[in-house]
Nanobody, 121 residues
Framework: QVQLVESGGGLVQAGGSLRLSCVAS????????MGWYRQAPGKQRELVAA???????NYADSVKGRFTISRDNAKNTVYLQMNSLKPEDTAVYYC???????????????WGQGTRVTVSS
């Protein structure tokens, strides 16, 4: 079984920074893309940032220049460095990873339970 566990969320003042971490564990043959999504109260879940196994990144326009996604393949971990946080960044942040448990198994999207980020003004 595969699990994704996020950490690093919390309460921060506008303009502050947080670093989110997500560790994948369990039966893992390979991990393709990893990413961060967020869901604010009353809104749909949206992509924040994604990173391929080779390190290619993709960001939502709203976070470009402020957030940085990175990964440590040896640790099966993806990070989201969040700088210059704004109240509108307040949301539950979810880790996502495309993981093959076995070579003969198709990649499957796994999700973490989420970590809450609250940015106060």
């Amino acid at each position: 079984q595969v699990q994704l566990v996020e950490s690093g969320g919390g309460l921060v003042q506008a303009g502050g920074s947080l670093r989110l971490s997500c560790v994948a564990s369990g039966s893992i043959f390979s991990i393709n893309a990893m990413g961060w999504y967020r869901q604010a109260p009353g809104k749909q879940r949206e992509l924040v940032a994604a990173i391929s196994s080779a390190g290619t990144t993709n960001y939502a326009d709203s976070v470009k220049g402020r957030f940085t996604i990175s990964r440590d393949n040896a640790k099966n971990t993806v990070y989201l460095q969040m700088n210059s946080l704004k109240p509108e960044d307040t949301a539950v942040y979810y880790c996502n990873a495309q993981i093959r448990e076995r070579l003969w198994t198709a990649p499957y999207d796994y999700w973490g339970q989420g970590t809450r980020v609250t940015v106060s003004s």
